[in-house]
């Protein structure tokens, strides 16, 4: 008897854990999906039927007449936001409501890896913001040039290789290669050969960080589930480990001062050098109303998580983008003929030879980019986290502090409201006589937290397209899908499952 009563207890607490705060929406008269006691609305995630951008279109989809809709992480209350100009009120007009992305938490342990631009929050975030946004500008893109230069020039004899023997080439495999020998010379100034090596360490590294598993996944979800009781759980240990034993090392080579490389560590140094980054805090108020002075020093595992999420970011998302845009060139032919016209004109006035200014003037091949990227944005949605309480003005009614509200890229990119035959392939949508300042696209994000390395990767993407597009075509293979299944493991950067196999022909 007693054994069973505090069988029912147990169950009846577990049940209201499960399920506090199921009536948020309801109060508010905002429609929701349905949740289900412990998993909220998100089993099918939580159980990898589904990716997170997947389930975000779905909702967008199923409420059309809705400018947004509730769901439940868990017990957590989340908003999808349907309408772009509330949408861009979040990201850019009532940004001091919405700073933070919220994907780390200091109740469930942040890693020191995911101290980094991305994944940081409040003041460190914004710390990091001021400092790494002038290593950025368009004289450190152009002395970082020669470094794409020279990966472009060994992608493009990998495919030709691959051309004459008649081979079909994974391009997804194809330019996470490219990327990752990019970033191995320009984020750590060494020279890796991913495209002769499949075994390669950098390779090895980018697969490491973005791969998943059972055991990974259960962690993951204990760990935000139960924080007090799994927060020891580490998903970066190994990858910390062997990235701040390498950049460490590189940085000591070069007596901790900036080399004559122009990467991604001489500007980290670059920015040491200028000593303690002070900004005016997000989040700390002096009793007289001013904000509080905050400062942080430079050291030695912020520069680690700063390169991290350069490598990763970089490696995942132009990889994803590039292939994409291959893709679709594959069934699309008459684009891919004016694209490499293009090329051959732009390249025959500069001895055919790839450089800064020439990828600046291929317009056309930055519109087949940007139509890529608007069908399959590598970021499927962008999330902030409400830093106080917000009211929806114009739909009357509020929302908590810590409440994340998300916005579906991919769903809004393929919207006919926003644009006509949207799951067509036409770059002439970005003709600027066509494309408004006002136009629903946003796959680098907008607002103060716009990607800060939106115009390196545009380059490096750009470069690579136009590498292989100059020496070969791309067809479709027997095995391609003209319709790409998405990888349900998912999480933040979409992924494509089985790869997108193609046919390279030499020109």
Not at 16 to 28: A, E, I, M, Q, S
């Amino acid at each position: 008897m007693i054994a069973l009563t505090i069988a029912l207890v147990a169950l009846g607490v577990l049940y209201y854990y499960g399920t506090k705060n199921f009536d948020y929406w309801k109060k508010r008269g905002v429609k929701y999906e349905e949740p289900i006691p412990v998993f909220g609305s998100i089993a099918r995630i939580i159980f990898s039927k589904i990716s997170v951008t997947s389930f975000l279109v779905e909702i967008y989809n199923k409420y059309p007449t809705e400018k947004v809709v509730g769901f439940f992480k868990r017990t957590e209350p989340q908003l999808v936001i349907r309408d772009p100009d509330i949408a861009k009120q979040i990201l850019s007009t009532d940004f001091h409501y919405f700073y933070n992305r919220g994907l780390t938490h200091e109740r469930t342990g942040i890693e020191p890896l995911f101290r980094n631009i991305f994944f940081a929050d409040g003041d460190v975030w914004r710390l990091l913001r001021q400092r790494l946004t002038p290593a950025f500008t368009s004289g450190k893109l152009r002395a970082m040039f020669p470094l794409i230069v020279e990966r472009a020039e060994k992608l493009q004899a990998r495919v030709l290789k691959e051309a004459d023997a008649g081979s079909v080439l994974d391009a997804r495999d194809l330019m996470a290669c490219y990327t990752t020998d990019f970033i191995g010379a320009c984020a750590f100034g060494l020279d890796s050969d991913s495209l002769s090596d499949e075994n390669s360490a950098f390779r090895k590294l980018g697969s490491k960080i973005f791969k998943t598993g059972l055991i990974k996944h259960i962690k993951m979800l204990l760990k935000e589930a139960f924080p007090p009781f799994f927060n020891h759980f580490s998903f970066t240990a190994e990858i910390e480990k062997e990235m701040l034993s390498l950049i460490v090392s590189i940085m000591q080579q070069r007596n901790y001062e900036p080399s004559i490389r122009n990467d991604f560590i001489d500007m980290m140094l670059e920015c040491r050098k200028q000593g303690k980054m002070i900004v005016e805090s997000l989040e700390k108020i002096n009793a007289n109303g001013t904000p509080e002075i905050v400062e942080l020093e430079l050291d030695d595992i912020l520069i680690v998580a700063q390169v991290f999420i350069f490598f990763a970011a970089g490696f995942e998302t132009s990889s994803s983008s590039t292939s994409f845009t291959l893709h679709q060139l594959a069934y699309n032919p008459e684009v891919q003929r004016k694209v490499q016209e293009e090329i051959d004109r732009v390249l025959a006035k500069r001895d055919n030879k790839l450089s800064y200014e020439a990828i600046k003037e291929m317009n056309y091949l930055h519109w087949t980019f940007n139509e890529g990227m608007r069908l399959f944005p590598s970021v499927g949605f962008l999330i902030r986290e409400s830093t106080r309480p917000y009211t929806f003005k114009d739909l009357d009614f509020s929302i908590d502090k810590g409440v994340a509200v998300m916005i579906p890229t991919q769903a809004l990119h393929k919207d006919p409201q926003y644009f006509e035959n949207p799951d067509e392939f036409q770059p002439e949508r970005f003709n600027p006589e066509m494309f408004h300042q006002n136009t629903v696209y946003f796959p680098f994000g907008a607002g103060p937290r716009a990607c800060v390395g939106e115009r390196l990767g545009r380059m490096q993407s750009i470069a690579g397209l136009a590498a292989v597009l100059s020496v070969c075509s791309v067809e479709p293979a027997p095995t391609t899908q003209r319709h790409l299944e998405l990888d349900p493991h998912a999480k933040v950067i979409q992924s494509v499952k089985g790869g997108i196999p193609l046919l390279f022909r030499k020109r």
